[in-house]
């Protein structure tokens, strides 16, 4: 499903974070923010959720105005996991992720055997099986954050929205989480979208790269296209070389070292 955004201008109180910006997301890929810290990345995730309205333009979903569509009818199509997302209190994890099945059930359609076989595939999906009747309360930072990608799974929606999904996730974690992102990407033909600062995990994981800062879109490609030397340097102001990782054949950035 098609997300875009048309001529649109974000900001905190006068504090402007974007104008008159226009951006397609492409149908069914893996497209990463980066950028420098405070250059827009996790604000724009937001205006995409319908979390923060445009002061001027649209942000369309499906080609429909998202501001027009019922908040059911938004959390159908699309799923949004926001950097620090609040904890329920005494809440289970199974509980946590069966709250994805929200949007599909209504007061004539509850719980249905579906809606289990749904969550416990999330539940396995994401490793949390054995921690499923544990409060979510009493897990670690990773084990949260995977509690917190199996609801955004259970939820089913095509377009899903990921701010910092390896926010505290050791790297064999993030590796997991990532190549979890890209087996639903893949599976469901799902559109991603995700803020990622890691800027080598993004250009293994990435069909596509957008670069933001100085209020605009500064570089925007495939991660060969975008992470080279001259981007890295405007964007990051990072000298840095750019070649092939040997695993993966992707972008892989090293930072020159600073005298």
């Given at each position: 499903?098609?997300?875009?955004?048309?001529?649109?201008?974000?900001?905190?109180?006068?504090s402007v974070v974007f104008e008159g910006l226009d951006l397609t997301i492409d149908e069914g890929r893996i497209t990463t923010l980066i950028g420098a810290n405070g250059s827009g990345k996790s604000t724009l995730l937001k205006a995409f959720g319908r979390l923060l309205a445009p002061s001027a333009g649209t942000v369309h979903l499906g080609g429909h105005p998202l501001r027009d569509l019922p908040t059911r009818e938004i959390a159908r199509r699309l799923a949004i996991l926001p950097q620090k997302p609040l904890t329920p209190s005494a809440t289970s994890v199974r509980d946590l992720v069966s709250r994805g099945r929200h949007p599909h059930q209504s007061l004539f359609q509850p719980w249905t055997p579906n809606d289990t076989v749904v969550v416990d595939a999330a539940l396995e999906a994401t490793g949390l099986v054995e921690l499923a009747d544990r409060d979510a309360g009493s897990l670690s930072g990773g084990q949260l954050q995977r509690a917190w990608i199996a609801l955004v799974l259970a939820q089913e929606a095509q377009t899903i929205l990921l701010d910092e999904p390896t926010t505290f996730l050791d790297l064999s974690h993030?590796?997991?989480v990532l190549e979890l992102v890209r087996q639903v990407n893949h599976d469901r033909a799902a559109t991603v979208?995700?803020?990622?600062?890691?800027?080598?995990?993004?250009?293994?994981y990435s069909d596509r790269l957008v670069v933001v800062g100085e209020g605009r879109v500064l570089a925007d490609g495939t991660p060969w296209e975008v992470l080279t030397p001259a981007t890295l340097k405007r964007a990051f102001d990072l000298d840095a070389i750019v070649i092939a990782d040997p695993s993966s054949g992707t972008p892989l950035v090293v930072p020159s070292i600073r005298s």
């Amino acid at each position: 499903m098609t997300l875009e955004a048309r001529g649109v201008t974000l900001a905190y109180d006068k504090s402007v974070v974007f104008e008159g910006l226009d951006l397609t997301i492409d149908e069914g890929r893996i497209t990463t923010l980066i950028g420098a810290n405070g250059s827009g990345k996790s604000t724009l995730l937001k205006a995409f959720g319908r979390l923060l309205a445009p002061s001027a333009g649209t942000v369309h979903l499906g080609g429909h105005p998202l501001r027009d569509l019922p908040t059911r009818e938004i959390a159908r199509r699309l799923a949004i996991l926001p950097q620090k997302p609040l904890t329920p209190s005494a809440t289970s994890v199974r509980d946590l992720v069966s709250r994805g099945r929200h949007p599909h059930q209504s007061l004539f359609q509850p719980w249905t055997p579906n809606d289990t076989v749904v969550v416990d595939a999330a539940l396995e999906a994401t490793g949390l099986v054995e921690l499923a009747d544990r409060d979510a309360g009493s897990l670690s930072g990773g084990q949260l954050q995977r509690a917190w990608i199996a609801l955004v799974l259970a939820q089913e929606a095509q377009t899903i929205l990921l701010d910092e999904p390896t926010t505290f996730l050791d790297l064999s974690h993030q590796l997991d989480v990532l190549e979890l992102v890209r087996q639903v990407n893949h599976d469901r033909a799902a559109t991603v979208v995700m803020v990622l600062h890691d800027l080598t995990l993004a250009g293994r994981y990435s069909d596509r790269l957008v670069v933001v800062g100085e209020g605009r879109v500064l570089a925007d490609g495939t991660p060969w296209e975008v992470l080279t030397p001259a981007t890295l340097k405007r964007a990051f102001d990072l000298d840095a070389i750019v070649i092939a990782d040997p695993s993966s054949g992707t972008p892989l950035v090293v930072p020159s070292i600073r005298s």
